[in-house]
């Protein structure tokens, strides 16, 4: 299947951003310009370059043109003018009303799975969890989030919470732990409850300010790059960059939490860092409840196969705390395409109302 016009545009010049093609600052031609090289319509270059200027790529100036707002990662480290702290920041929270999952299309599909699979429903769950639910999973984020995961690098459990102890066991007391200033409650809680000294890291209003990124002796780093709770702040692309850049150094893994991206506004979804990243020391998780319901307390971790055997040594023996029944639910929403078909009409709303 071909790609659209727009989509390939929009890798094209993201791809000469971030190699330096277009500098920090620099102008980018007009649309007309961008329209006539590349062999597209004016239309196609304005929705491409819509599209950079959501994930912060580029800054479009009204009667003046798009200008390159990307920054490579080793400028973060050169000193650059002070960052705002989280205190200074306007308020930020969105008070946007997320609809429910709907509960006529929950039951037809409870209904469907407890009359497909019956006493089947019974029996103990692999510890990462059903395959079935996995391998959904796995579809699911290669076509939504840009992840390319096997079955085998999910596990699955029972909320963020639940997830959060486990990768504390896998990774170790004993190294630094950095976690965003503020953030989710339970993420403090979760960790200081199991021993683990945090490093809490300023944020800006890009993300974690670069100065106390860079200093910090944490070895992992704990962050939500889309909307971190309570902020509401979302990292740019320059800073989703520096955040790799960091974890270049030795024994250093971020996790990932991806609590809420399916609602973006953006016409594409923000690029995970675990599909970015060049090295394999990105943790991914995210969970059902905004999206389903805060009753349904199933959550994931997206391992890199790196980690698989750490994991198998260290907690792997842990059974699977969701059952069955649940798990297959899930992967029939998921399969049967309503899961997305929700996704799509609360981001229609959500863009209805935000104007975007």
């Known amino acids: 299947m071909s790609q659209p016009a727009y989509l390939a545009l929009y890798e094209k010049l993201r791809q000469e951003i971030v190699s330096g093609g277009f500098p920090y600052g620099s102008k980018l031609p007009g649309k007309r310009a961008l329209a006539e090289q590349n062999g597209v319509s004016v239309i196609t270059v304005a929705h491409a370059l819509e599209m950079l200027a959501d994930e912060g790529y580029l800054a479009i100036r009204e009667r003046s043109g798009c200008y390159v707002a990307y920054r490579a990662a080793e400028d973060f480290q050169r000193g650059q003018e002070p960052e705002p702290s989280y205190a200074e920041l306007p308020e930020l929270r969105s008070s946007a009303d997320v609809d429910g999952f709907p509960f006529s299309v929950l039951a037809k599909s409870m209904r469907k799975v407890l009359a497909d699979q019956g006493e089947a429903?019974?029996?103990k769950s692999p510890n990462q969890g059903l395959l079935s639910f996995r391998q959904s999973l796995s579809r699911y984020l290669a076509r939504?989030?840009?992840i390319q995961a096997d079955p085998e690098q999910i596990i699955i459990g029972a909320g963020t919470e639940y997830l959060y102890g486990l990768l504390t066991e896998m990774l170790g007391w004993e190294k630094g732990w950095a976690i965003e200033f503020p953030s989710y409650e339970k993420i403090e809680q979760v960790?200081?409850?199991?021993?683990i000294m945090l490093d809490p890291l300023p944020l800006a209003r890009d993300g974690v300010q670069s100065e106390a990124l860079w200093r910090t002796e944490a070895s992992i780093l704990h962050i939500s790059p889309y909307r971190s709770y309570p902020s509401d702040v979302t990292a740019s692309a320059s800073k989703r960059a520096e955040y790799l850049r960091w974890s270049d150094g030795p024994g250093r893994i971020i996790i990932e939490d991806d609590f809420e991206s399916e609602f973006s506004v953006q016409r594409k979804p923000m690029d995970t860092l675990f599909s970015q990243a060049e090295r394999e020391n990105v943790i991914y998780l995210n969970t059902f409840s905004r999206t389903i319901s805060s009753a349904m307390r199933v959550g994931y971790l997206v391992l890199p196969r790196a980690l698989l055997p750490l994991y198998h040594q260290?907690?792997?023996f842990y059974s699977c705390t969701v059952p069955a029944f649940e798990q297959s639910v899930l992967?029939?929403?998921i399969?049967?395409?309503d899961f997305e078909r929700h996704i799509r009409r609360v981001r229609r709303k959500l863009r209805s109302s935000s104007g975007a």
């Not at 960790?191 to 021993?195: D, H, K, L």
């Open 121 to 123: 429903l019974l029996q």
């Open 144 to 146: 939504s989030r840009g």
């Open 191 to 195: 960790y200081s409850a199991r021993g």
């Open 314 to 316: 260290r907690v792997g």
């Open 331 to 333: 992967a029939e929403l």
């Open 335 to 337: 399969d049967s395409g």
